[in-house]
C-alpha cells in the first residue's frame, strides 16, 4: 500500500530476448533510485532464451509478467504498469538502459513541476557520447529539412528538424514535445489521464503518440540534465525491417493527427527522403520505401537470439515479398513507374491499391531518429 505523501516508483521493463542485458541494468536500479519507495515490474513478450530464469535469480522481489507471445512494445509497458503495486510514478525502462546514480530522485523532482506529466533523463551511448533524446512534434516542413539537410544538420533549426541535435541544448532544463522512450518517467496522474499506450504501433511511435496526447491533456514532457542514464541503443537505423517499421509508424502517426490532405503531404516528404537515401544505395532506406509503398508486406522472422529492445520488432517488420504487377495505365502502375528510376524495381514491385496516405492503417519509437543522411 502506498504512504501518502511518500513517492513509490514502479519500474517497468519490457523484456524479450533480453537475457545478456539485465545484469547491469538491475545492478544500476538501487543507486539510481537511491532513497525512493519503489518495485520492479517485468512483462516478457515471449521470450525463448534465459530471460526470465535469469529475471526470478536475480531480482526475485519483481513481478514478472510472461505474454506468451511478443506482444509489442506497448502491450508489453500496459501489462506491466496494470500488474505493478501501487505507486506515484511509473519509470519505463529499456533492458539496456543503465541508470546512472541519483537519476530518478532528480527526474522526480523535474515531474513535480507544474503541468509535468513526463520527465526525462540526458542520455550517453556505450561510449558516453551524449545521445540526441528530445524531439519536436513532426511536421511536413521538419520532414523536408530532413530530407533536404539531413536530420543532424536540419535538427540545429527548430523550424525544420525534429530531433533536437545541437548539443548546447541538453545543457540546461528544457521542455520538448516528447522524447526517445528508453527512459521516461510518467506520473500517476498523466498515466491515469492519458494511457495506455496505443498497441497497434507494435513498435516504434508508441512514446510519441503517448507524449503528444499528454502535452495536449496538459502534461509536458520536461528534461533534467543533471539526471543521467546510459542507453545502449538498439540497431534501427542499421536493420531494413527495423527501419522500415520505424518509418511506416511516423506515417501513421502523424496520420492519426492530422487530416487527409497534410497527411498525403507528409507521406510525399518522408517517401521522397527515404527514396533519395535508397538510390544511394541504403539497404534500410530501400525497406522503408517497401514498407511505405506496400504497409501490408509479410513479416520475417526474428533473429535467434536479439538482446534489446528492438528484437521485438523482427517478428514484425514488413520484408519485401513479390506481388503481382500492377496493369498498365492504372494510377498505382503510373506512380511505380515514376519511382522505378529511383529505387529500382524490387522497391516498387509490391505498390498496391490503398497505399499511402489515406490508405489503411498498417499495424506495427523511435521516429525521430534518423538514419544517417
Do not use: K
Request: positive net charge; proline residues 10%.
Amino acid at each position: 500500500m502506498t504512504v501518502p505523501g511518500r513517492e513509490v516508483v514502479a519500474v517497468v521493463v519490457v523484456t524479450y530476448h533480453s537475457a545478456p542485458l539485465l545484469a547491469d541494468l538491475l545492478a544500476s536500479l538501487p543507486a539510481g533510485l537511491a532513497g525512493l519507495g519503489w518495485h520492479l515490474t517485468v512483462a516478457d513478450n515471449g521470450s525463448t532464451d534465459a530471460t526470465v530464469p535469469t529475471l526470478r535469480r536475480l531480482a526475485p522481489e519483481a513481478t514478472v509478467v510472461e505474454m506468451g507471445a511478443n506482444r509489442g512494445y506497448a502491450a508489453g509497458v500496459n501489462a506491466a504498469v496494470a500488474a505493478a503495486r501501487p505507486h506515484t510514478a511509473v519509470l519505463v525502462l529499456n533492458p539496456d538502459v543503465r541508470l546512472e546514480p541519483g537519476c530518478v530522485p532528480r527526474l522526480l523532482h523535474t515531474l513535480r513541476q507544474p503541468g509535468t506529466g513526463v520527465a526525462v533523463p540526458r542520455l550517453r551511448d556505450g561510449r558516453g557520447r551524449l545521445i540526441p533524446s528530445l524531439r519536436r512534434e513532426p511536421t511536413i516542413l521538419r520532414a523536408l529539412g530532413d530530407l533536404v539537410l539531413g536530420a543532424e544538420r536540419a535538427g540545429r533549426f527548430p523550424v525544420l528538424g525534429e530531433v533536437v541535435t545541437d548539443p548546447r541544448r541538453y545543457r540546461d532544463p528544457a521542455t520538448a514535445d516528447w522524447a526517445e522512450g528508453s527512459t521516461l518517467l510518467i506520473s500517476a496522474e498523466c498515466w491515469r489521464a492519458c494511457g495506455p499506450w496505443e498497441e497497434s504501433f507494435f513498435l516504434y511511435s508508441e512514446e510519441t503518440d503517448f507524449a503528444l496526447r499528454a502535452r495536449d491533456a496538459g502534461f509536458a514532457t520536461r528534461f533534467n540534465p543533471d539526471a543521467g542514464a546510459v542507453h545502449l541503443e538498439g540497431d534501427s537505423r542499421r536493420s531494413p525491417p527495423l527501419w522500415a517499421l520505424l518509418t511506416r509508424n511516423r506515417v501513421r502517426l502523424y496520420r492519426r493527427r492530422h487530416g487527409r490532405l497534410a497527411s498525403a503531404g507528409f507521406f510525399v516528404a518522408v517517401l521522397l527522403r527515404e527514396g533519395s537515401r535508397a538510390a544511394m544505395g541504403r539497404r534500410p532506406s530501400r525497406a522503408a520505401v517497401r514498407a511505405l509503398l506496400r504497409p501490408r508486406a509479410p513479416g520475417v522472422p526474428a533473429p535467434a537470439a536479439a538482446p534489446n529492445r528492438s528484437a521485438q520488432a523482427l517478428d514484425h517488420a514488413g520484408d519485401a515479398g513479390a506481388h503481382p504487377p500492377h496493369r498498365p495505365g492504372t494510377p498505382q502502375h503510373r506512380r511505380a513507374q515514376r519511382l522505378r528510376g529511383v529505387v529500382g524495381p524490387d522497391a516498387v514491385a509490391g505498390l498496391q491499391p490503398g497505399a499511402g496516405p489515406g490508405g489503411p492503417p498498417v499495424a506495427g519509437e523511435d521516429p525521430g531518429v534518423a538514419e544517417p543522411a
